[in-house]
């Protein structure tokens, strides 16, 4: 238990605790494990996700810092940089292994999750069709994207979509 990658989980996040960042609510689901963080992400206001809870799900590898963590969406949502389907996987340069840097905090991680809300990166798409009508057709992109928000984003999280059983994810 001792290992440097899980004195840093618990000293992350106690920080992210007594200083906890906007817009974020952060928890650990099981205390006994500490490479699986639950967030929720609210919607930023004046945007098209305000007033959605939108659940994000961190897995982090237990050579953590030294690799990325796995940041999947638990809510679907509507955005260029997010696969439209209940898997939820993200598109964000810093958690590219390519970018990754040991010296970047969790809590800078899930404030790039949360600014994507804000500003849609849609030149760096998973979805390129969303992409598209970001640029392209903007008012309907708000309108899908704000349909996402009322059928998915509102109420509680519903952390059982986050996790995939094998089978599940080997058939998608």
Known sequence: MGTPGNKRLVRELADCHQNPPVGL????PD???LYKW???VHGPP???????????????????????????????????NVTNDNLGNICLSILKAENWKPAIKLVSVLEA????????????????RIADEYKNDRKEFEKNARSYVAQYAKGPV?????EPTPATAASK
């Open 25 to 28: 609510t952060i928890s650990v």
């Open 31 to 33: 205390e006994s494990n």
């Open 38 to 40: 639950h967030v929720i």
């Open 46 to 80: 004046n945007t098209v996700y305000a007033g959605g809870n939108f659940g994000i799900v961190v897995n982090l590898p237990r050579d953590y810092p030294f690799r990325a963590p796995v940041v999947t969406f638990a809510t679907r949502i509507y955005h260029p």
């Open 113 to 128: 999750v949360r600014n994507l809300l804000i500003e849609p990166q849609p030149d760096d798409p998973l979805e390129a």
């Open 158 to 162: 519903k952390w059982e979509n986050a």
